[in-house]
């Protein structure tokens, strides 16, 4: 084939595909001509990431066609992410050599005390000011389904009656229970509804397991980085942080944790196997039996955090670890914080050979939850409405995390590289060295903008140049400027030196 005829394009994902340019030509529809030809001049590399491409007007001009034929080819490269759209300026080129690389996976040290809380209480101060929200691991409420919701309570709330207002008395509104092992059992779980207790969301579950397996001293084994929420519950309850590497595409490494349980005897594994937070890694079906089976074999329980999981699999989700638990081994946790409703605060815990203790600390300790909303959760979880739900957020979700990750890679300095989740909304970001986190968020702060800077990840504030950005919102302008903004601070920071030491960031400030 004449070399003039084909055009090797490099796609997202750093697929090669070729494309025979004399048959687009004769068969395609304008705009896919054009989109074809710039994708031709970009992979020359004519153009260079970050210069800005010919504006629409200019190029239906050069092409002879209209403006709306014009934009639409460029729309075509934009969803290959290849060019970006930043507010008023027009199109630019991606940085496609700082994306989509494998992020560094760290070594394994030894069990360490976990010293975050008065970082998290500086960064969390400003929890109440309305931000643009790329900080908090939280789907944009817009896309909740609210009617659904109001109407669940309304009809909970008739039928309840008085009762409505009263206790949910441990382990919970059995219509609830039955509805969860029911999901569950879909994707294999071997707990039927005796087997729950309801929770006020997964972070109650994640301490009831925490509480029934763990003396104050004893290690847990994480994953590296860690979900925040989970390190300050170790450091309230007096327990170490044994950090185990995780990969960003495979989570927690096996070999690395049996060496650690040799070397260390952690007194429990806790860990998200499916959509870890902040990676977005999901383990594989035969690695999450290897985890159940080693686990097992040492002794030593696994808490499986699984909040993220409805967001992972295209149809069916795929199984949790609980699915291969024989013998109460693993103690699940979940909630439904991610997908439907945060602030219902409806989680569960399946606690295993734990349950008798996990049931009776649940009664010593908070007593009771919510009948009314126990009641209309098991409603929507009875209509079909929210599987229907979860199928549009999926969707959404993929595309607010596309149009991030393309915006990152349009605005963020050389050296920067960010994770491709397969599911989930968070993005992992590794700034270049020189760039602290934890003052791009002070910058954005300023701005009105919400990040999560790395150092809340880890037991002692470390990970200092990276970030997690929340891509479940609506990409809109805003949106995407804000992204923008934060990689012009990048940016700032990359010229300038780290600040020495650790700084907490005063809340007035904010
Ligand atoms: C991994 C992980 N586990 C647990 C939680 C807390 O869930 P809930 O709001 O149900 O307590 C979160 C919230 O961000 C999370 O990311």
Same mark, same amino acid.
């Given at each position: 084939m004449a070399p003039d005829i084909v055009c090797i394009v490099r796609f997202i994902k750093n697929q090669t595909v070729q494309i025979d340019m004399s048959a687009l030509?004769?068969?395609s529809p304008h705009y896919r001509r054009i989109a074809e030809s710039l994708r031709?001049?970009?992979?020359?590399?004519?153009?260079?990431?970050?210069?800005?491409?010919?504006?629409?007007?200019?190029?239906?001009?050069?092409?002879?066609?209209?403006?709306?034929?014009?934009?639409? &080819? !460029? @729309?075509?490269?934009?969803?290959? /992410?290849?060019? #970006? =759209?930043?507010?008023?300026?027009?199109?630019?080129?991606?940085?496609?050599?700082?994306?989509?690389?494998?992020?560094?996976?760290?070594?394994?040290?030894?069990?360490?005390?976990?010293t975050l809380a008065a970082?998290?209480?500086?960064?969390?101060?400003?929890a109440e000011t309305r931000l643009i929200p790329l900080g908090a691991a939280l789907p944009d409420p817009h896309w909740l389904p609210t009617d659904t919701l109001q109407r669940a309570l309304q009809s909970a709330s008739r039928r309840l009656d008085a009762h409505g207002q009263s206790y949910s008395l441990p382990p919970g509104r059995a219509d609830l229970r039955n509805k969860i092992a029911a999901r569950a059992a879909q994707w294999g779980a071997c707990f039927g509804?005796?087997?729950?207790?309801?929770?006020?969301?997964?972070?109650?579950?994640?301490?009831? &397991? !925490? @509480?029934?397996?763990?003396?104050? /001293?004893?290690? #847990? =084994?994480?994953?590296?980085?860690?979900y925040f929420g989970t390190l300050l519950l170790l450091e309230d309850l007096g327990l170490k942080a044994l950090q185990i590497p995780t990969d960003l595409k495979e989570g927690l490494l096996l070999a690395p944790l049996a060496d650690a349980i040799k070397q260390h005897r952690p007194a429990a594994v806790l860990a998200s196997?499916?959509?870890?937070?902040?990676?977005?890694?999901?383990?594989?079906?035969?690695r999450k039996q290897e985890l159940v089976a080693l686990l097992e074999q040492a002794g030593i329980p696994l808490i499986e955090d699984d909040v993220y999981g409805d967001l992972a699999g295209e149809g069916q989700r795929p199984p949790a670890c609980k699915a291969f638990d024989q013998s109460g081994n693993v103690i699940y946790c979940s909630s439904l914080s991610k997908t439907l409703a945060p602030g219902w605060r409806i989680g569960w815990i399946a606690a295993g050979?734990?349950?008798?203790?996990?049931?009776?600390?649940?009664?010593?300790?908070?007593?009771?939850g919510a009948p009314l909303l126990e009641a209309a959760t098991s409603d929507v979880l009875a209509s079909g409405d929210y599987?229907?739900?979860?199928?549009?957020?999926?969707?959404?979700?993929?595309?607010?995390?596309?149009?991030?990750?393309?915006?990152?890679?349009?605005?963020?300095?050389?050296?920067?590289r960010v994770t491709a989740p397969e599911a989930g909304f968070l993005l992992w970001v590794e700034l270049p060295p020189a760039v602290d986190a934890l003052e791009v968020h002070r910058r954005a702060l300023a701005l009105g903008i919400g990040v999560s800077p790395g150092p809340l990840f880890s037991p002692?504030?470390?990970?200092?140049?990276?970030?997690?950005?929340?891509?479940?919102?609506?990409?809109?302008?805003?949106?995407?400027?804000?992204?923008?903004?934060?990689?012009?601070?990048?940016?700032?920071?990359?010229?300038?030196?780290?600040?020495?030491?650790?700084?907490?960031i005063d809340g007035s400030e904010c």
């Open positions: 030509r004769l068969s031709h001049t970009l992979a020359s590399g004519a153009l260079r990431p970050g210069d800005r491409m010919i504006s629409a007007r200019r190029l239906a001009d050069r092409e002879q066609v209209s403006l709306p034929t014009a934009l639409e &080819a !460029l @729309r075509c490269l934009e969803a290959d /992410g290849l060019i #970006v =759209a930043r507010p008023r300026s027009g199109y630019f080129v991606c940085q496609r050599d700082i994306s989509q690389e494998m992020l560094p996976v760290r070594a394994l040290s030894g069990p360490v005390p976990v970082v998290a209480r500086s960064l969390f101060s400003s509804a005796d087997d729950l207790v309801i929770t006020a969301g997964a972070t109650q579950a994640l301490r009831l &397991a !925490l @509480r029934a397996v763990c003396q104050p /001293g004893d290690a #847990v =084994a994480i994953e590296q980085p860690a196997p499916t959509v870890q937070n902040p990676l977005g890694a999901s383990m594989s079906v035969a050979r734990y349950h008798t203790q996990v049931l009776q600390a649940r009664m010593a300790g908070d007593w009771a599987d229907r739900h979860l199928r549009r957020l999926k969707v959404r979700v993929a595309d607010g995390v596309r149009a991030v990750i393309a915006q990152v890679e349009a605005s963020f300095p050389k050296g920067t002692a504030a470390e990970l200092e140049n990276f970030l997690r950005l929340n891509c479940a919102n609506e990409p809109t302008t805003q949106l995407l400027n804000a992204v923008d903004q934060i990689g012009t601070i990048c940016h700032e920071l990359t010229t300038s030196s780290r600040p020495a030491g650790f700084e907490i």
